[in-house]
């Protein structure tokens, strides 16, 4: 199949393109415009041989290149092994609070296609386009290239409902791959993470559609308007998801300590949080909302301990959190759900460790606390 055909099998939806033609618009005036990113690896750049060689980087040149006149600024907030839940937690903090005009999210291949990533994900699509800088918001689809498998049933359904453009390397390059006419380590060396030049591919199929709503916008026809839809698809009890760390949360520590190590960026992951590494060490939350889950380090050393978490003092109900890591690429940034559906209020959240190897001395990192709610804002 032509290349050309290969990009147009990868627009699933323009949906509606009344913000992103006015971002546009904004950029051809020469007023300032900020593209951001939201999502897992692949747009952290992972496997890309330099951070300019990755596809968001690469959607960022073409904006530079399309509107010289303008500033366009460049916020990258890919954080690797994350999924939209986290992403949710974090996005004021790491893309929000530049008022981003355009934003590419991408978490297909990190969360799963259940109930809760969905609702997860509306909270994140609906806090973004609430945002008071009203941003275009683009949905990309990465995939597993040995199997198909990625999550984009629940994200283009919610990507449907509140009319936004997507992009799928499922419809695209993955059939590409799967009749042989692409070989697979040709775009990735582990089925998964692009090299350059798979980076440059879907780049190229995102700019594709780009091209066509610009050539569009030079039109000067009219977009109409476009209004975040009221209705609901899901309880959407996430919205207002908060994470706590120790800059903002002072639990009481028995044997676990605060990490005091300054943070190098926002992927710089196993920063500020608490550590502890002996059996018995403990640390006692009251934190309110009734979802709650602990980010806590999995790593591939040998040999971590384990702690259980505990609420409102139910041992009977103690959620174990193995800091082992069974996979080989590194440690892993590990959200861990502890209450689900619980009642809304304030509740008491214990984390003890209750096994761990002296010989190898390793420490039980929690990274965060991350609640919400459950009230289902809008």
């Given amino acids: ?8 099998k990868g627009i ?15 950029a051809m005036e020469g007023k300032p415009v900020t593209v951001g990113m939201l999502g897992g690896s692949i747009t ?34 890919g ?20 008022d981003p005009d355009f934003i590419i999210t991408e978490f297909s291949v990190n969360d799963k296609a259940t109930g809760l990533f969905k609702e997860n994900y509306e909270g994140l699509i609906r806090k973004m386009l ?61 089925a998964l993470h692009p090299n350059d030049r798979g980076h440059r591919m879907v780049a190229d199929i995102m700019i594709h559609m780009l091209e066509k709503i610009y050539a569009e916008v030079l039109t000067g026809d009219v977009f109409g308007d476009y209004k975040v839809p009221e ?39 196993f920063k500020n949080g608490w550590k ?13 909302g009734g979802m709650i889950s602990v980010q806590y380090c999995k790593t591939t050393k040998r040999t971590a301990p384990v702690a259980k978490a505990v609420i409102d003092g139910l041992e009977d109900r103690a959620i174990f959190l193995d ?18 559906e619980g009642a809304s209020g304030v509740h008491t959240l214990d984390i003890t460790i209750v096994k761990a190897d002296t010989v190898s001395e390793l420490d039980f990192y929690l990274v965060s606390v991350i609640t919400a709610n459950q009230n289902g804002s809008i």
């Fill in 1 to 8: 199949m032509e290349w050309q055909q290969i990009k147009e």
């Fill in 12 to 26: 699933v939806s323009y949906g509606n393109l009344y913000r992103i033609s006015k971002v546009m618009k904004k």
């Fill in 44 to 77: 952290q750049g992972s496997l890309s041989s330099t951070p300019s060689s990755c596809y968001a980087y690469l959607v960022y040149e073409w904006w530079a290149d399309k509107f010289k006149d303008s500033r366009i600024t460049y916020v990258n907030g």
């Fill in 79 to 98: 954080i690797g092994g994350t999924t939209s839940q986290f992403g949710l937690a974090r996005v004021e903090s790491d893309l929000l609070r530049y």
């Fill in 130 to 190: 609430l945002h008071p800088s009203e941003p275009a918001l683009m949905i990309l689809n990465s995939v597993q290239y040995d199997n198909g498998m990625n999550a984009q049933d629940i994200h283009n359904e919610i990507g449907s409902h509140y009319e936004l453009p997507i992009v799928s390397m499922k419809n695209s390059l993955y059939p590409e791959v799967e009749e042989g006419r692409i070989r697979i380590n040709e775009i990735t060396p582990d």
């Fill in 231 to 269: 209705s609901l698809i899901t309880k959407n009890r996430y919205f207002d998801s908060v994470r706590y760390n120790n800059k903002n949360c002072q639990p009481e520590l028995s044997g676990f300590s605060s990490d005091a190590a300054t943070q190098g960026g926002i992927t710089d992951v």
């Fill in 276 to 288: 502890g590494r002996r059996t018995g060490d403990s640390i006692h939350f009251e934190v309110s």
């Fill in 323 to 340: 800091a082992n890591f069974d996979e080989t690429w590194g440690d892993c940034l590990y959200l861990e759900d502890i209450l689900i």
